[in-house]
């Protein structure tokens, strides 16, 4: 026969197992919470990287097709990409996934090559009530988009004049796309061709 005395000591024993299990519960809880907000954020910064990456890629146009008729592609191709500002797109796209970014920047990495860093911060705090500090910690990440020109090209002079009237760019798997130099009409098309937009390794 159990005594009372006996109950009463088991008791605060039972508070304090309820108590742990609560803890590891919240604390599991916030793990996966802070994983979920980390995920979140990450798909953030890869849509705003690329966001900004297409962005630099529309920016191209005018200094492309100027380049064409005085045969000044592989300069205009060699020249750094950095002088576009992606950034604004970026932001719109971050903002979208519930982020803001806390960096946007575009670095040369080579003939025909640039990259697009973004870094964002989540809006939602982790905010678990059995870890301190958790109410001011947000999720961050960051992403890298590479744009590359990925064509061989071919000039003809149609009307020999001297001047090369139609670039035909083959560009592999991408296909091949028909160029006449001042016309940029159909460049949202003909860009997705010539130059590959990817996200990359930082």
Request: aromatic letters at 10%.
């Amino acid at each position: 026969m159990r005594r009372r005395g006996d109950a009463g000591q088991a008791f605060p024993i039972y508070v304090m197992m309820v108590a742990g299990l609560l803890f590891l519960a919240f604390a599991f809880f916030a793990v996966g919470k802070a994983s979920a907000l980390r995920n979140g954020s990450q798909g953030a910064a890869d849509a705003a990287a690329l966001a900004a990456a297409h962005s630099v890629r529309e920016q191209f146009a005018p200094g492309f097709h100027t380049s064409l008729p005085g045969d000044q592609l592989d300069q205009f191709l060699r020249a750094p990409f950095s002088t576009f500002a992606p950034c604004a797109e970026a932001g719109r796209l971050a903002s979208v996934n519930g982020a803001d970014t806390s960096f946007c920047g575009t670095s040369e990495t080579g003939w025909g090559r640039d990259r697009v860093t973004v870094k964002v911060e989540g809006r939602k705090a982790v905010d678990s009530p059995v870890i301190p500090g958790t109410e001011s910690t947000f999720a961050k990440a960051e992403a890298t988009a590479l744009i590359e020109f990925r064509c061989s090209w071919v000039a003809a002079d149609l009307n020999s004049d001297g001047a090369k009237d139609l670039y035909t760019f083959s560009c592999g798997k991408a296909g091949v796309a028909e160029v006449v130099p001042g016309d940029l009409t159909d460049w949202p098309r003909v860009s997705k061709i010539l130059f590959d937009v990817r996200l990359v390794d930082q």
